[in-house]
T-cell receptor, first 115, second 110 residues
Framework: SAVISQKPSRDICQRGTSLTIQCQVDSQVTMMFWYRQQPGQSLTLIATANQGSEATYESGFVIDKFPISRPNLTFSTLTVSNMSPEDSSIYLC????????????FGPGTRLLVL | GESVGLHLPTLSVQEGDNSIINCAYSNSASDYFIWYKQESGKGPQFIIDIRSNMDKRQGQRVTVLLNKTVKHLSLQIAATQPGDSAVYFCVRGGADGLTFGKGTHLIIQP
């Protein structure tokens, strides 16, 4: 399986600011995804990061709040914009070989606390 | 809509005993299931998967059983060790991506 790293691993931010999270994979992958995991909860898919085109967002998530970049097959970024305390979560990137319904491999996550 | 749920939010077992974590799903068309393990402070880690044309699949110390008649699957961990302490998610894979259940926290008692 691919080795996935995320930066930063954790951060504490002030409300109203923005944070960009990076996801780096050690090999080229077709599919990259971004998830949110609120405290004590399960994972919710934010969007699929498409290489060379706009990300595909799930219901309840919008590009203005969570802009995503995918400049190549090994790297993606997720920005959490205009943060509020409700954005305090773990943000995880994952990679997968196919259309999203197959096994995905996850990064270690970015733990975000918004004050 | 589709749901994937675990029966118990917390399961406590003695070290050395076998653990059984259960999961139910609602969509009869589901054809692929994955179990993930998430240790504290880490991302989910793939454990084992199973397709709907199978009833059972075994890995190292783990077995997944799928009962399509009652839409139920389970993860069995043999000889539970302290390192097995984690939250376990059963996940449905489909055309709409992965659907995560709520997770069961496995607690190992010495």
């Amino acid at each position: 399986s691919a080795v996935i790293s995320q930066k930063p691993s954790r951060d504490i931010c002030q409300r109203g600011t923005s944070l960009t999270i990076q996801c780096q994979v050690d090999s080229q992958v077709t599919m990259m995804f971004w998830y949110r995991q609120q405290p004590g909860q399960s994972l919710t898919l934010i969007a699929t990061a498409n290489q060379g085109s706009e990300a595909t967002y799930e219901s309840g998530f919008v590009i203005d709040k969570f802009p995503i970049s995918r400049p190549n097959l090994t790297f993606s970024t997720l920005t959490v914009s205009n943060m509020s305390p409700e954005d305090s979560s773990i943000y995880l990137c994952s990679v997968g070989p196919g259309g999203g319904g197959e096994t995905q491999y996850f990064g270690p996550g970015t733990r975000l606390l918004v004050l | 809509g589709e749901s994937v749920g675990l029966h118990l939010p917390t399961l406590s077992v003695q070290e050395g005993d076998n653990s059984i974590i259960n999961c139910a799903y609602s969509n009869s068309a589901s054809d692929y299931f994955i179990w993930y393990k998430q240790e504290s402070g880490k991302g989910p880690q793939f454990i084992i998967d199973i397709r709907s044309n199978m009833d059972k699949r075994q890995g190292q110390r783990v077995t997944v059983l799928l009962n399509k008649t009652v839409k139920h699957l389970s993860l069995q961990i043999a000889a539970t060790q302290p390192g097995d302490s984690a939250v376990y998610f059963c996940v449905r894979g489909g055309a709409d991506g992965l659907t995560f259940g709520k997770g069961t926290h496995l607690i190992i008692q010495p």
